[in-house]
Nanobody, 122 residues
């Protein structure tokens, strides 16, 4: 089974920073595109960021310049550095994976974690 386990969510003030982590299964990490999606109450899920097996990255316009995705192949983990957070960043953040980069970037990945909650206070 593909295993994606998120951590690092919590409460943060507007303008602050937070780092999310996702530990992935060893058999899938090296070949899959990894990424982050988010969903807020009353809204559709939204693409946040993706990173390919070779390190190519893509970001939603709403987070460009503020968030940064990275992967550590030795630790079989990906990260999302969230800086200058806003109340609109409040959402459940999902770690996701798919063999195809386009599936992650188009908000339709095959594999999902359970999510970690990020709440930005004003």
């Amino acid at each position: 089974q593909v295993q994606l386990v998120e951590s690092g969510g919590g409460l943060v003030q507007t303008g602050g920073s937070l780092r999310l982590s996702c530990a992935a299964s060893v058999n899938d990490f090296m070949t899959n595109t990894m990424g982050w999606l988010r969903q807020a109450p009353g809204k559709e899920r939204e693409f946040v960021a993706a990173i390919s097996s070779s390190g190519y990255t893509d970001y939603a316009d709403a987070v460009k310049g503020r968030f940064s995705i990275s992967r550590d192949n030795a630790k079989i983990t990906i990260y999302l550095e969230m800086n200058s957070v806003k109340p609109d960043d409040t959402a459940l953040y999902y770690c996701v994976a798919d063999p195809a980069f386009r599936k992650v970037a188009s908000n339709n990945p095959t594999y999902w974690g359970r999510g970690t909650q990020v709440t930005v206070s004003s």
